[in-house]
């Protein structure tokens, strides 16, 4: 039995009975049939869970070889975050330490740097690593703003707004 994948599963069919911010450990170890002792031996709290979450279920190609279609990753991705909207809506409203937000920026810095430097082929200039970090963040502030606006794409002028499976 996959101890992570249980909990997991559990969380995200927990959402459709209450909100994320109100699901207690005690309703996953409920739901799950398992105890306290093995959801800390795997997760240091339900943050924790939330970002494993993230990393396996929505962004899990961004978690690949850096030999991965690009294209076909960030679709997909951006396919898991509709799917899973309520789940990913409610933990960015979540603060405190390791919150998914904190997670994701520290994802996608990890993420792309690492991808950069592959792509060049050497290490990343002084320069050029400022200019990643800087458009990292300025990215993870656009997504969080796209997450909590509902995950619509916009279009342009006249033309309503595209999901994302026409991507």
Same mark, same amino acid.
């Given at each position: 039995m996959n101890i992570k994948k249980a909990f997991s599963n559990s969380l995200?069919?927990?959402? =459709?009975?209450? /909100?994320?911010? +109100? *699901?207690? *450990?005690? %309703?996953?170890?409920e739901d799950t049939e398992l105890s306290r002792q093995t959801f800390y031996n795997h997760f240091l709290d339900k943050n924790d &869970? *939330?970002? =494993?979450?993230? %990393?396996?279920? @929505?962004? #899990?190609r961004f978690n690949e070889e850096m030999s991965i279609d690009f294209k076909s990753a960030l679709t997909q991705t951006l396919n898991s975050v509709k799917k899973y909207e309520a789940f990913i809506?409610? !933990?960015?409203? @979540? %603060?405190?330490? $390791?919150?998914? +937000?904190?997670?994701?920026? $520290?994802?996608? @810095?990890?993420?792309d740097l690492k991808w950069h430097e592959y792509c060049i082929g050497k /290490? &990343?200039? +002084?320069? &050029?690593?400022?200019? @990643?970090?800087?458009?990292? #963040? !300025?990215?993870?502030?656009?997504v969080l703003q796209w997450i909590l606006d509902g995950? #619509?794409?916009?279009? /342009? +002028?006249?033309?309503?707004l595209v999901t994302a499976q026409s991507y």
């Open positions: 995200l069919s927990l959402l =459709y009975k209450k /909100p994320l911010s +109100k *699901i207690t *450990i005690g %309703d996953l170890l &869970l *939330i970002a =494993y979450v993230y %990393d396996t279920v @929505i962004v #899990n809506e409610q !933990a960015c409203l @979540i %603060d405190g330490q $390791n919150s998914l +937000k904190e997670h994701m920026l $520290n994802h996608c @810095i990890e993420f /290490p &990343l200039s +002084k320069e &050029l690593k400022f200019a @990643i970090l800087y458009h990292t #963040n !300025a990215s993870h502030c656009m995950v #619509n794409y916009p279009r /342009p +002028k006249g033309h309503g």
